[in-house]
């Protein structure tokens, strides 16, 4: 049974009935379509990317799209909520660019260059040794007492 | 007297030919139409001879969906598949679903010759190919923008089913559309207007594609792919044109609503 199948070709987008056929030879009429120069091309899609393109450049609609993203920062801000994420957005935004958020991150870790980025968390690094040893000194004194 | 050997330059015949009758025998290029000598070209059409039309069929037989190593030679890339609706080969693309699956997408246009492959039908397989990248909906890049969830509230303003989900799930209704397809989803919402047909097959499908290219896919970066420029972006700044400030005072409803639902 698999070899017979393997004879056969599939046609994903047919009806379930149409789907396996037993060769190319099922094309001959498709291609002599081509031959008598009878596939036009649809300039539909073409259209609309131009026309949505010189949109685009629009000063009235590059406000809406602000507006868009501001809203869009809205929504994944819940969705973070929802899986509880928020602490991992943080963290990802310490080393996120802002060109990787078209420019329009309005978090205050993504208006601080790369350089103060990582001057802070080297700070926070700092911070918590500090603490570390502190509370190794609190509760272990012994071991730092002086011979 | 035979001065000339006529042999299509994708085989690996040519290169041999070449060298055994150097200075003797003429050896032509029998494809005539590929112009790209690109290892990615060679690869895909598998010293293919183009038929009278010149398209090549592309080799995918066998245990195509089942981490077959010549599925990978075309993930991406832009094919012909037959679409008996039309008559014709349209463009389109398979991509890898979010589970163990892949999506065929195929615009429902008619791939003509002398047009060639146009911007329309490249934007419209590339949003395609660009929303499933890895990252695409996702929470690790977190930050201001992501695509995947604003495009789903933007479908969610004109499919109220979908609304009453988010405002419902949140998050989870958001996965629900990205995982589906999200220029289908706004193209059935009247957001695109690129026509398209997906299936999803298993990794587990048995099955032998009818895939077919031409020298019309071929560019200078090799085979053509999904990497129209900024894709999503387009996607996006059509769906907003689409919806108007009335459709983005309702999304941003939507949002508040669904803000106030999850806390």
């Known amino acids: 049974m698999p070899e017979q199948i393997e004879q056969l070709f599939f046609d994903p987008f047919a009806e379930s009935s149409e789907q396996l056929f037993d060769s190319l030879k099922s094309h001959e009429v498709l291609f002599a379509h081509y031959e008598a120069g009878k596939v ?9 990317v131009a ?38 957005m943080n963290d990802s935004l310490l080393f996120a660019q802002p060109a990787e958020h078209d420019d329009h991150d309005h978090s205050i870790l993504n208006h601080m260059t790369i350089k103060e980025r990582k001057t802070r968390k080297d700070e926070e690094k ?22 | 007297m035979i001065n000339t050997l006529e042999v299509n330059k994708f085989s690996d015949e040519f ?10 025998i003429e050896v032509i290029d029998r494809s005539g139409l590929v112009t790209s000598q690109s290892d990615a070209v060679r690869e895909l059409l598998m010293a293919q001879e183009p038929n009278q039309q010149g398209f090549y069929a592309v080799e995918l037989t066998g245990h195509l969906l089942r981490n077959d190593p010549r599925v990978a030679r075309v993930l991406g890339r832009i094919i012909l598949m037959p679409n008996k609706r039309l008559g014709a080969l349209s463009p389109a693309i398979i991509t890898r679903g979010q589970e163990a699956d892949y999506d065929i997408t195929m615009l429902d ?39 995947g969830h604003f495009s789903t509230v933007l479908v969610g303003t004109r499919d109220e089913s979908l609304a009453q989900n988010i405002m419902k799930s949140g998050d989870a209704a958001t996965h629900q559309v990205i995982g589906r397809g999200v220029p289908e989803a706004m193209a059935e919402t009247d957001m695109l207007n690129v026509p398209y047909r997906t299936v999803r097959l298993s990794a587990d499908n048995h099955a032998n594609l009818a895939v077919f290219w031409h020298p019309a896919l071929d560019t200078e970066k090799g085979p053509a792919s999904g990497d129209y420029p900024d894709a999503v972006r387009l996607m996006l700044g059509a769906g907003v044109a689409v919806l108007g400030q009335r459709g983005l005072d309702d999304a941003r409803r939507l949002v508040d609503y669904a803000t106030e639902g999850i806390a």
Do not use: N, W
């Open chain 1, 40 to 48: 036009e091309h649809d300039y539909s899609a073409d259209e609309f």
């Open chain 1, 51 to 88: 026309d949505t393109e010189a949109l685009m450049l629009d000063a009235r609609f590059v406000g809406q799209f602000e507006q868009a993203q501001a809203i869009a920062a809205q929504m994944h801000l819940l969705c973070a909520e929802d899986h509880g994420l928020r602490s991992s």
């Open chain 1, 126 to 147: 700092e911070r918590k040794e500090k603490r570390a040893a502190s509370l190794l000194v609190k509760f272990f004194p012994k071991l730092f007492a002086k011979a």
């Open chain 2, 15 to 24: 290169d041999s030919a070449q060298e055994k009758f150097a200075g003797q």
């Open chain 2, 109 to 147: 246009l008619p791939f003509a010759t002398k047009a060639g492959f146009t911007a329309g039908q490249h934007f419209g397989l590339s949003v395609k190919a660009q929303t499933r990248v890895e990252g695409f909906g996702g929470h690790s890049r977190a930050g201001a923008f992501e695509a």
